[in-house]
C-alpha cells in the first residue's frame, strides 16, 4: 500500500521560504506524477504544482514565480518550495499521487502539514 | 482557468434520505478522445485528506460503496448519496482535470445530518 508523508518546518517567518519534502513508501516514485496541493484553515483546495519522476514540471499559475518542486529517486522524495511566503500562505500542505492510468486524479494523498506564516 | 461552482454551500439531509450535490464548470469537460468527462469526486472528513470517491464523472473508486453514484457531463454535473449514513458527514469537492496538468476544484459543499 502506497503512503505519502509530508514533514518539513511548521512555522515559517514573513518573507522566508517554506520547504516541505514528501516521501513515499510502499512503492516507487517513478513512472507517476506526484503534486502539492494546499488547504488554507476553513477553506477549499488549491493546485501548487506537481511533478514527474523524470523531474518534468508544471505550476499554478497564481503561484508559479514563487514555487519550485523537486524530485530525488534515489531517496523516494519530492519537494517543495515556496518563496517570499506571507500570512495568506498559511495552509495545510498536502502532496499526493496521480493515478496511474488517469492524469489528474488524486488517489493517494499524504496525511498533510500545517504550516503557519507567522513573526 | 476552468472554475468550478458547487451548490449548495452546505446541506443538512435526514438519515437514510437522499443528498444531492451539484457542480457546474466554465466549460466543457468532455474528453474526445475517450467521450468521457473529465470530473471527479472528492470526500473530505474532519482532520483527514480528501478521499477520491468518484472519476471519469460517474466511475466509482474501488472500495467506495455503491450509494455514492456521479452523473452528469458537459458542464453540469451531480454527486448523489443514495440514502445517507452518519458515516457520510463531510465535506464534499469536485474537481476537474480536462486541463491536466493543472486542475481545479470547486468549493466545496458541507454535507450535515438534520
Known amino acids: 500500500q502506497v503512503e505519502l508523508q509530508e514533514s518539513g518546518p511548521g512555522l515559517v517567518k514573513p518573507s522566508e521560504t517554506l520547504s516541505l519534502t514528501c516521501t513515499v513508501s510502499g512503492g516507487s516514485i517513478r513512472s507517476y506524477y506526484w503534486r502539492w496541493i494546499r488547504q488554507p484553515p476553513g477553506k477549499g483546495l488549491e493546485y501548487i504544482g506537481y511533478i514527474y519522476y523524470n523531474g518534468n514540471t508544471n505550476y499554478n499559475p497564481s503561484l508559479k514565480s514563487r514555487v519550485t518542486i523537486s524530485v530525488d529517486t534515489s531517496q523516494n522524495q519530492f519537494s517543495l518550495k515556496l518563496s517570499s511566503v506571507t500570512a495568506a500562505d498559511t495552509a495545510v500542505y498536502y502532496c499526493?499521487?496521480?493515478?496511474?492510468?488517469?492524469?489528474?486524479?488524486?488517489?493517494?494523498w499524504g496525511r498533510g502539514k500545517l504550516v503557519t506564516v507567522s513573526s | 482557468d476552468i472554475v468550478m461552482t458547487q451548490s449548495p454551500d452546505s446541506l443538512a439531509v435526514s438519515l437514510g434520505e437522499r443528498a444531492t450535490i451539484n457542480c457546474k464548470s466554465s466549460?466543457?469537460?468532455?474528453?474526445?478522445?475517450?467521450?468521457?468527462?473529465?470530473l471527479a469526486w472528492y470526500q473530505q472528513k474532519p482532520g483527514q485528506p480528501p478521499k477520491l470517491l468518484i472519476y471519469w464523472a460517474s466511475m466509482r473508486e474501488s472500495g467506495v460503496p455503491d450509494r455514492f453514484s456521479g452523473s452528469g457531463s458537459g458542464t453540469d454535473f451531480t454527486l448523489t448519496i443514495s440514502s445517507l449514513q452518519v458515516e457520510d458527514v463531510a465535506v464534499y469537492y469536485c474537481q476537474q482535470y480536462y486541463s491536466s496538468p493543472g486542475i481545479t476544484f470547486g468549493q466545496g459543499t458541507r454535507l450535515e445530518i438534520k
Open positions: 466549460q466543457s469537460l468532455l474528453y474526445s478522445s475517450n467521450n468521457r468527462d473529465s
Open positions: 499526493a499521487r496521480d493515478n496511474t492510468m488517469i492524469r489528474g486524479v488524486l488517489d493517494y
